[in-house]
Nanobody, 128 residues
Framework: QVQLVESGGGLAQAGGSLRLSCAAS????????MGWFRQAPGKEREFVAA????????YYADSVKGRFTISRDNAKNTVSLQMNSLKPEDTAVYYC?????????????????????WGQGTQVTVSS
């Protein structure tokens, strides 16, 4: 089973950009579907983006579509989330997650119960 460590969070102004990275340990990273979720204070964790094992398929929440881009580099065991045109409502703790069930079948894994491994999270704060 992989272990996940997020980085890249911080403070940004509205309209700015941040790039989050998630580093995975283990030799089987390419057999995991990956996702990003976020949790704002007082709210439930919500889906942000997902990517299949090869990076050929992606899926986004409507709230971030056109602004965020998920990608992965299996050679480096990393998955990234490029966040552009940030809004104050993007403020949250961002988590990456991994799922090894049916790794070569792509479907939008939008529920946190569909992922088996989670990182510790990284804080993103967007000021207006």
């Amino acid at each position: 089973q992989v272990q996940l460590v997020e980085s890249g969070g911080g403070l940004a102004q509205a309209g700015g950009s941040l790039r989050l990275s998630c580093a995975a340990s283990g030799r089987t990273f390419s057999s995991y579907a990956m996702g990003w979720f976020r949790q704002a204070p007082g709210k439930e964790r919500e889906f942000v983006a997902a990517i299949n094992w090869s990076g050929s398929n992606t899926y986004y929440a409507d709230s971030v579509k056109g602004r965020f881009t998920i990608s992965r580099d299996n050679a480096k065991n990393t998955v990234s989330l490029q966040m552009n045109s940030l809004k104050p409502e993007d403020t949250a703790v961002y988590y990456c997650a991994a799922d090894s069930s049916l790794p070569y079948v792509f479907y939008p894994r939008v529920k946190d119960s569909e992922y088996e491994v989670w990182g510790q999270g990284t804080q993103v704060t967007v000021s207006s």
